[in-house]
């Protein structure tokens, strides 16, 4: 069965440093990918979509993901952390093949950026 | 920006009654879902819905749930008779479809069963 993994279930920066949240999924036809940001007390928020346009996907607030098929990753990264981004970030995936379009998230990982 | 509206935002039952979280997709989405999260864990999926019937169900949701889309607007998960185990935060979601599209979350309700 399908799944995603997070390394890492928090992370600390500080702001202006690099921000790296590792994810990893299990199958050999790669799904489709995504990061969702759940900021406190609210909902699931997409950040990204990976849908084999092109390996390296830009989002919101600076983030970018590479979708790396060798190391079946899928890596969220921005140059220079701010408060703002302060939440918690799940990787998540959608089998190619699922009618129902159901997705298989990752544990998150919340991030803290300190002054 | 249209987006997914839930209530209750957070609802207490007792142990064995039943709960029915309301949840109003976004207005021209075709597929439905329901996840939820315990405190402190993943998201994890329950249930997703199409064409008026359940197209994909969890382990999770047993016969104690049922989902409904009472009337072309609306879409609502009911469990019947509610467990110490059910409190999470409960999210519904919606889609234009299924592969790269997007799924809209809504804020949640948490459930607390006492």
């Known amino acids: 069965a399908q799944s995603v993994t997070q390394l890492g279930s928090h992370v600390s920066v500080s702001e202006g440093a690099l921000v790296l949240l590792r994810c990893n999924y299990s199958?050999?036809?790669?799904?489709?990918l995504f990061w969702y940001v759940q900021y406190p007390n609210q909902g699931l928020q997409l950040l990204l979509k990976?849908?084999?346009?092109?390996?390296l996907v830009k989002g919101i607030n600076g983030f970018e993901a590479e979708f790396k098929k060798s190391e079946t990753s899928f890596h969220l990264t921005k140059p220079s952390a701010h408060m703002s981004d302060a939440a918690e970030y799940f990787c998540?995936?959608?089998?190619?093949?699922?009618?129902?379009?159901?997705?298989?998230f990752g544990q998150g990982t919340e991030l803290s950026v300190k002054p | 920006e249209p987006e997914v509206t839930q209530t209750p935002s957070h609802q207490v039952t007792q142990m064995g009654q039943e709960v029915i979280l309301r949840c109003v997709p976004i207005?021209?989405?075709?597929?439905f879902y329901w996840y939820r999260q315990i405190l402190g864990q993943k998201v994890e999926f329950l249930v997703s819905?199409?064409?008026?019937?359940?197209?994909?169900k969890s382990e999770i949701f047993d016969d104690q749930f049922s989902v409904e889309r009472p009337d072309g607007s609306n879409f609502t998960l009911k469990i019947r008779s509610t467990k110490l185990e059910d409190s999470a935060m409960y999210f519904c979601?919606?889609?234009?479809?299924?592969?790269?599209?997007?799924?809209?979350f809504g804020q949640g309700t948490r459930l607390t069963v006492v």
């Open positions: 979601a919606s889609s234009e479809g299924t592969g790269r599209s997007e799924a809209f």
């Open positions: 199958s050999s036809v790669p799904p489709y």
């Open positions: 990976y849908t084999s346009a092109a390996t």
């Open positions: 998540a995936v959608r089998e190619v093949y699922n009618q129902g379009g159901k997705l298989i």
């Open positions: 207005s021209n989405h075709l597929y």
């Open positions: 819905f199409y064409n008026n019937e359940i197209s994909e």
